[in-house]
């Protein structure tokens, strides 16, 4: 029994941009321009995370401390 039986191949992701199989180099992308491609849309704030805003706390909350 060799030291290859007890291997599990990864599994093999695909790049969020265009669906093809990730390459180890740009993972979890397939290639530069997929990984530009997500850059791109960060900077332009295509993508947001949705929070809830804050209350607004009294300065006299923070009296004790």
Not at 2 to 8: M, P, R, T
Not at 26 to 36: E, G, L, Q, V, Y
């Amino acid at each position: 029994m060799g030291k290859s039986d007890n291997v599990v191949p990864l599994k093999r992701h695909k790049c969020p941009i265009c669906s093809k199989p990730a390459t180890d180099e740009f993972r979890p992308f397939c290639s530069k321009r997929c990984a530009d491609i997500d850059l791109g849309r960060w900077l332009n704030e295509d993508y947001r995370i949705p929070a809830e805003e804050a209350a607004e706390l009294d300065d006299e909350e923070f009296a004790d401390f």
